[in-house]
C-alpha cells in the first residue's frame, strides 16, 4: 500500500500515514511558469495498492486538476488498484439543476475521476448522499458523527443537550447523532431570501434551556449557522454550539462566527485550516486522520468500512 498527496491537505495525509505507520510516497507536484500542473513519482508503484488524498477545496479547480493528473500518472505507471481519497468533494453542492440550461457539475467532476482512472473513491460526509451514485466505481461515503460524538460526550453533560439541524436537509444527519448521544432533536425553519444569505423563521422543538448543539456537513459563508444561532438563543437555549464537518469558511466568514452569539464553531481538518482559523477564538478543529485511516487500512485490507459506523 502507498499513499500519495497533493497540495490541498499534507498535513491531514501526514497524519493518517503516521496512523498507518508507513511514509507517505514522494511525488513531485508542481507548476510550470504558465500554471500547467506537472506530477511525477519518484517511486516504484507497480502492482501498488495506491491512495491519493486530495480534498477539492478552494482553489477548488487547481486541486481538482491535482488530483486528476495524480491518478493518470499512478494508472500510467502499473497502479494495481487506485483509489482517490477527498476528504471534502468539491462541486458536491451542485448536484442537481437549478434551472434550465444550467449543468449538474457534480456528476461531472465524478466522471472525470472515473476516467482518469480511479477504481473507487472515499470520501466523507458528502453534501448530499445520493453522489456516490453518480460515480460508476465503488464509492464509500465516511462520516464524522463518531469523531464529533465524541467530542461532545467529552465536554458536555448530555441530560442538557439538544441536537439541531439548521435545516429539513440535514435532519438525517442530526438524527444519526442524537441517536448516539440519546437526545433531542431540534430543526430550524429557514427561508433563504438570495444566494449567500439565509433568514432563519421558526425553530421545531422546544429548546428553552438547552444546550443546542447544531449539525451540519459545511460552513461556508456562516450566514446560516449565525442566524439560526440567533434564533435559538431568541427561543431561550441556554448556548449554541456548531459542529460542522467541511470548514470552507468564505469571504468574511471568519468574522461573521467571531462575532456570533455562538460559543464555538468546531470543524474538521477535511480543509486544511488557515492561520485565521487556527488563530479565531472560537473556532476549533478536530482530527479526521484515525477515521480516514482505518478506512484505508479497511479498503486495503478488504474489509468491512460500513462497520465503522455501527
Known amino acids: 500500500m502507498k499513499i500519495f498527496c497533493g497540495n490541498s491537505n499534507p498535513h491531514l495525509a ?21 500554471q500547467e500542473i506537472f506530477v511525477e513519482l519518484h517511486e516504484n508503484v507497480r502492482g501498488e495498492d495506491a491512495f491519493v488524498l486530495q480534498s477539492t477545496s478552494y482553489p477548488a479547480n487547481d486541486h481538482l486538476m491535482e488530483l486528476l493528473i495524480m491518478i493518470d500518472a499512478l494508472r500510467r505507471s502499473s ?17 442537481r439543476k437549478p434551472g434550465p440550461r444550467t449543468p449538474i457539475s457534480a456528476k461531472l467532476v465524478a466522471n472525470l475521476i472515473t476516467q482518469a482512472g480511479a477504481h473507487r473513491v472515499l470520501t466523507l460526509d458528502l453534501h448530499a448522499g445520493q453522489i456516490q451514485g453518480f460515480f460508476d466505481i465503488p464509492t464509500d461515503n465516511l462520516y464524522a458523527v ?39 432533536l431540534a430543526i430550524v425553519d429557514k427561508r433563504r431570501e438570495r444566494p449567500g444569505e439565509s433568514e432563519v ?6 429548546v428553552a434551556g438547552k444546550d443546542c448543539l447544531l449539525l451540519d456537513d459545511i460552513v461556508d459563508s456562516g450566514g446560516t449557522l449565525c442566524n439560526a444561532a440567533s434564533a435559538l438563543l431568541k427561543h431561550g437555549a441556554n448556548s449554541v454550539t456548531a459542529y460542522i ?8 466568514a471568519i468574522e461573521r462566527i467571531t462575532n456570533s452569539e455562538m460559543k464555538e464553531l468546531i470543524i474538521t ?16 478543529v478536530l482530527a479526521i486522520a484515525d477515521l480516514i485511516g482505518e478506512a484505508i487500512a479497511r479498503t486495503a485490507a478488504e474489509q468491512s468500512v460500513s462497520s465503522l459506523f455501527d
Do not use: C, W
Not at 147 to 172: A, T
Not at 269 to 284: C, F, G, L, V, Y
Open 269 to 284: 481538518d477535511s480543509i486544511m485550516p488557515t492561520t485565521k482559523i487556527e488563530q479565531a477564538h472560537n473556532i476549533r
Open 14 to 34: 501526514e497524519n493518517i500515514a503516521n496512523y498507518l505507520s508507513i511514509s507517505l510516497g514522494e511525488a513531485t507536484v508542481k507548476r510550470f511558469a504558465d
Open 146 to 184: 463518531p469523531v464529533i460524538s465524541r467530542d461532545i460526550k467529552m465536554r458536555y453533560s448530555l441530560e442538557n443537550v439538544m441536537v439541531v439541524s439548521p435545516d429539513v436537509g440535514g435532519v438525517v444527519r442530526a438524527r444519526s447523532l442524537a441517536k448516539r448521544l440519546n437526545s433531542l
Open 201 to 206: 423563521m421558526n425553530i421545531i422543538g422546544n
Open 79 to 95: 497502479a494495481r488498484r487506485i483509489t482517490a481519497v477527498i476528504p471534502y468533494f468539491g462541486y458536491a453542492r451542485q448536484d
Open 245 to 252: 464537518t467541511h470548514g470552507v469558511l468564505s469571504g468574511n
